[in-house]
């Protein structure tokens, strides 16, 4: 196991022994040779996004993510039962604007309150790591995504191929805290020491307006951004979630059961 190393009361360094190398080994369960057509980022996405919902049966109680990526899930469930191929589902939704998209589509919602158990959740990612561990929530939907795909029997995480990453923070994107707006430029200033040894910034988000980003659940989110990447996510997890008035963060770790990568060479579904 990663040991943990604290240099000061408000900064740490996590390491992962040498003699410990964990590997896991991925099936590859479905693909599709690649278009002689090159193919965008979005065509991409929706070709993980329809494979993924082949895997809706009749009866289900269905997870909905957030993000451009899950959006193309959304609509196909929508399509499938309009036309009757699919029908006697329910979504739960990860956010305000996934459940705006799914009413427009006629696709039966509830909540965790009248169901909390869930056989299926669909979503996107911002980061997968050989291990299948994930950065997410660059939608701003990670502490509902979280609660919804923590509790779903299967999770299925669909993506094109630029989100892969060799540890997690490693694509130098952000990675999103969630904390209550009281005193949130003081968790943003513990945030940045606690990663310190990692070249981290921390920047509070704002909108495309310059207006501070609200969440569906009015918090701040504070994005983390790393030179390099996090070498123990667990530790990183369990340091974060300490700090007092943090609600949540976007490191979802062993909750994946499937990948579906799009890419080039055509889609690929890496399972645990």
């Avoid at 408000?10 to 693909?31: G, M, N």
């Avoid at 919602?109 to 291990?131: K, S």
């Avoid at 659940?217 to 667990?234: A, C, H, Q, T």
Wanted: proline fraction near 3%; aromatic fraction near 6%; hydrophobic fraction near 40%.
């Amino acid at each position: 196991m990663a040991s943990l190393s604290f240099i000061s009361s408000s900064h740490l360094t996590l390491r992962a022994p040498s003699s410990i190398i964990r590997t896991r080994s991925h099936s590859v369960s479905f693909s599709i040779k690649s278009q002689s057509t090159a193919l965008s980022q979005d065509d991409l996405k929706k070709l993980a996004a329809e494979k993924a919902v082949q895997s809706i049966k009749p009866g289900m109680v269905l997870g909905l993510g957030t993000g451009s990526t899950a959006a193309f899930a959304v609509s196909q469930i929508g399509k499938l039962l309009s036309s009757g191929s699919l029908h006697d589902i329910v979504g739960i939704p990860t956010s305000k604007r996934t459940e705006d998209q799914a009413r427009s589509l006629g696709i039966p919602l509830a909540t965790l309150d009248t169901h909390p158990r869930i056989d299926l959740a669909i979503d996107g990612a911002d980061e997968v790591d050989p291990n299948l561990d994930l950065v997410k929530g660059r939608g701003g939907a990670l502490l509902r995504e979280k609660m919804v795909e923590a509790v779903a029997e299967r999770f299925i995480v669909v993506a094109d191929e630029t989100k892969l990453v060799e540890g997690l923070g490693g694509s130098g994107l952000a990675m999103p805290v969630e904390v209550v707006k009281f005193c949130w430029e003081f968790n943003l200033v513990r945030l940045r020491d606690l990663f310190r040894e990692f070249g981290c910034e921390a920047k509070l988000r704002v909108g495309e307006g310059g207006e501070v980003y609200v969440t569906d659940n009015s918090n701040f989110i504070v994005d983390l951004y790393f030179k390099e990447p996090l070498k123990d996510g667990v530790a990183a997890g369990r340091e974060i979630g300490k700090f007092e008035g943090v609600v949540e963060h976007g490191l979802f770790l062993g909750m994946a059961t499937s990948v579906i990568i799009a890419g080039k060479n055509g889609v690929e579904v890496l399972n645990k």
